[in-house]
T-cell receptor, first 111, second 112 residues
Framework: GENVEQHPSTLSVQEGDSAVIKCTYS??????FPWYKQELGKRPQLIID?????GEKKDQRIAVTLNKTAKHFSLHITETQPEDSAVYFC??????????FGDGTTLTVKP | EAQVTQNPRYLITVTGKKLTVTCSQN?????MSWYRQDPGLGLRQIYY???????DKGDVPEGYKVSRKEKRNFPLILESPSPNQTSLYFC???????????FGAGTRLSVL
């Protein structure tokens, strides 16, 4: 089955700096890669996703890049703010229902 | 308001006592899924459903059952709960498997 590894498990940055979280996946048939943000005590919420026919996608301060050959994808957050502090999860899916998540990255943005 | 509703939000039970966690969505979504979340292990998929009467196992299905008799409902059944099923459970739904998943608020289950 699919295996998703996410790094780092914790990340601390100064406000205004950039943050990068990386995920690798094992199933070359995976073609959908969402990223979720989970604030403390809340439910996960999608922040950005990318499909395998696209190499990069950007939404304001958030971007995701995908390297299908190397089977890895990354989340980039620029100009970080304290409200970006949360746990971030990557996931990989074939689109046929099964979805595998990474173990999460706890991002702390220091004011 | 578009939402995924889980009940109950909190549940304490004892080993072996059958329980059901309900999940309902009002967005006419075809895809629904159950996850459990444990510290350091992220979200692990238990079961998913692509449509009515179509369900399949995720990565950790042992000890769980589901049913999808109606499009809006996807209950999670623990026939004989054990302490290792103590966890935070999330239900999610989406238009399809490659669309945004909307999560319920979660059900915190403790099995004593």
């Amino acid at each position: 089955g699919e295996n998703v590894e996410q790094h780092p498990s914790t990340l601390s940055v100064q406000e205004g700096d950039s943050a990068v979280i990386k995920c690798t996946y094992s199933d070359s048939a995976s073609n959908y890669f969402p990223w979720y943000k989970q604030e403390l005590g809340k439910r996960p919420q999608l922040i950005i996703d990318i499909r395998s026919n696209v190499g990069e996608k950007k939404d304001q301060r958030i971007a995701v890049t995908l390297n299908k050959t190397a089977k890895h994808f990354s989340l980039h957050i620029t100009e970080t703010q304290p409200e970006d502090s949360a746990v971030y999860f990557c996931a990989a899916s074939r689109g046929a229902g099964k979805s595998t998540f990474g173990d999460g990255t706890t991002l702390t943005v220091k004011p | 308001e578009a939402q995924v509703t889980q009940n109950p939000r909190y549940l304490i039970t004892v080993t072996g006592k059958k329980l059901t966690v309900t999940c309902s969505q009002n967005m006419n979504h075809e895809y629904m899924s159950w996850y459990r979340q444990d510290p350091g292990l992220g979200l692990r998929q238990i079961y998913y459903s692509m449509n009515v009467e179509v369900t399949d196992k995720g990565d950790v299905p042992e000890g769980y059952k589901v049913s999808r008799k109606e499009k809006r409902n996807f209950p999670l059944i623990l026939e004989s709960p054990s302490p290792n099923q103590t966890s935070l459970y999330f239900c999610a739904s989406s238009l399809g498997a490659k669309n945004i998943q909307y999560f319920g608020a979660g059900t915190r289950l403790s099995v004593l």
